[in-house]
């Protein structure tokens, strides 16, 4: 099968070019999809993440005149001629690429932000309202329209919405001792991620556990007071530059924190998960849900209940048998997540089409 991607960019550091690089290689390396990458404004770029070179990839010089965009994807599909077609583009410009392309090819939409990432967590205003609409409108032109949790699902009118969420980046063969106290979060450092919530928490409880830290691994500077930084190691927590190999992290760490206001999946968690270690989220739209099954694997709490996350960081920071029971069933109940797992869901779907 020929499948063709359309995305933003390849070389960035977020979740959709992660989840890029490990979907697109396994389609190629196991499943023997012939399988290019379209791109913008990224020539000579070399990608973060590491793609299957099996794959080809494509970009495509995009200036003031946007016409150029949608001229320069109609000459490559007629290139390439895909069976299927994927667009992962969360701007409106990606919803209109099915009125440009011509011919039998098959196109998908594979949404990864909830409606809430793009008004920042607000109510929409009345241009984001008009946005949604011109969306729910388009959207119908696909012929799937794939988001990852059952939160984005009701937030779509098409019937063509089907949920496959991300993959895992990775399986560790080991897991961490969850010996290490050492509490760990992995994200840009923005308002939607809520480390001003969790910075919160840790006041509260963090004279009771003087030898334990927390630290982040993100992109961007909070500034708080000091409270956060990434030089001194006599403040409350400590940023730090994104790594490439994150899972090591992971391993090093005994807890995962995600105090974000809203999500689009929560990739973080499951990541955390797979090396055994169990989570501590706020109920937020959208993803932790569908991934925490609370009190079993990690804690789900109350939206913006600072106490009650606190009362649940502290009980496992305490009791070490908890910890290491739920940090056991995360990495069991996370396989769901497995590459393999969720390329199936894939396959399935694009040669129902």
Same mark, same amino acid.
């Given at each position: 099968?020929?499948? =063709? *991607?359309?995305t933003n960019g390849i070389?960035? %550091?977020?979740?959709?070019?992660?989840?890029?690089? @490990?979907k697109a290689s396994y389609f190629a390396d196991n499943m023997n999809y012939d399988i290019c990458i379209v791109s913008l404004n990224e020539e000579g770029k070399?990608?973060?993440? #590491?793609?299957?070179?099996k794959i080809s990839f494509r970009t495509i010089k995009v200036g003031r005149n946007k016409l150029?965009? =949608?001229?320069?994807?109609?000459? %490559? @599909?007629? #290139?390439?001629a895909p069976d299927v077609i994927s667009v992962c583009d969360d701007g409106i410009k990606g919803f209109v690429v099915p009125?440009?392309?011509?011919?039998? &090819?098959? %196109?998908?939409? #594979?949404?990864?932000i909830s409606k809430e990432m793009f008004t920042g967590g607000l109510p929409p205003n009345l241009k984001q309202r008009i946005f949604f609409m011109l969306m729910d409108m388009s959207c119908q032109f696909y012929h799937k329209f794939v988001v990852l949790t059952n939160d984005n699902k009701l937030q779509w009118k098409s019937?063509? @919405? #089907?949920?496959?969420?991300?993959?895992?980046?990775?399986?560790?063969d080991s897991v961490s001792s969850?010996?290490?106290?050492?509490i760990i979060a992995v994200g840009k450092i923005s308002v939607q991620k809520g480390y001003d919530r969790l910075l919160e928490v840790w006041k509260l409880i963090r004279h009771k556990y003087p030898d334990w830290t927390i630290d982040i691994y993100g992109a961007g500077y909070f500034p708080v007071n000091g409270e956060f930084s990434g030089d001194s190691k006599n403040v409350s927590i400590q940023i730090n530059k994104p790594v490439k190999n994150i899972k090591d992290e992971y391993l090093s760490s005994s807890i995962y924190v995600l105090p974000s206001r809203f999500e689009g999946f929560g990739m973080v968690l499951v990541e955390a998960m797979a090396c055994g270690i169990p989570c501590v989220a706020f109920d937020c739209p959208c993803g932790p849900r569908d991934i925490i099954r609370d009190g079993e694997d990690g804690f789900l709490v109350e939206n913006g209940n600072i106490e009650q996350f606190t009362e649940r960081l502290s009980l496992l920071i305490e009791n070490e048998k908890i910890r290491k029971k739920m940090g056991e069933k995360a990495r069991h109940?996370?396989?769901? *997540?497995?590459?393999?797992?969720? &390329?199936?869901?894939w396959d399935r779907l694009f040669k129902s089409l």
């Open positions: 099968m020929k499948l =063709l *991607y359309i070389t960035g %550091i977020g979740g959709l070019e992660r989840v890029l690089s @490990v070399e990608s973060f993440y #590491e793609f299957s070179p150029k965009y =949608l001229s320069g994807i109609r000459r %490559i @599909v007629n #290139e390439f009125l440009c392309i011509l011919g039998k &090819a098959k %196109i998908v939409y #594979e949404r990864h019937r063509n @919405v #089907e949920v496959i969420p991300n993959p895992l980046s990775f399986y560790p969850l010996n290490k106290k050492r109940n996370v396989q769901r *997540y497995n590459v393999d797992v969720i &390329a199936r869901q």
